[in-house]
């Protein structure tokens, strides 16, 4: 024996790791945003209720649910994408993707994808 206590993987894989520190704060527009990550459940749950192919309507409820500071409805959000110039969102939906992990590359393809 090492003297080393056994870990508990269940528990480990089972424990909130989404807390206040998995935070970050980008300036858009002159406007600090905090937004949060998301969890897997969130994530599937928002894609799962909304067309797939709607992608606007994806961000708008995933951002709705990690906007920490200001607090945002999926209406308003979606009005956000309207008023604002294409890329505004990217550092908010840049850093949402980061720290959630989600991948990131298949992001920019479906943003790309948007802009064709």
């Known amino acids: 024996?090492?003297?080393r206590k056994p870990?508990?993987?269940k528990a480990k894989l089972l424990a909130k790791r989404t807390g206040a520190a998995a935070t970050r704060t980008v300036t858009v527009n002159g406007v600090d945003v905090t937004v949060r990550a998301l969890t897997r459940k969130q994530i599937l749950s928002a894609q799962k209720t909304i067309d797939p192919d709607d992608t606007a309507a994806i961000e708008c409820a995933m951002l709705s649910l990690a906007l920490?500071?200001?607090v945002m409805t999926p209406?308003?959000?979606a009005?956000?994408?309207e008023v604002s110039p294409a890329g505004e969102l990217e550092p908010v939906t840049d850093a949402l993707s980061e720290l959630s992990?989600?991948?990131?590359d298949a992001a920019k393809e479906t943003y790309k994808s948007l802009r064709r």
């Open 7 to 9: 870990v508990d993987k």
């Open 1 to 3: 024996m090492t003297g």
């Open 75 to 77: 209406e308003e959000v």
């Open 68 to 70: 920490v500071d200001p």
């Open 101 to 104: 992990k989600i991948n990131t």
């Open 79 to 81: 009005t956000w994408q």
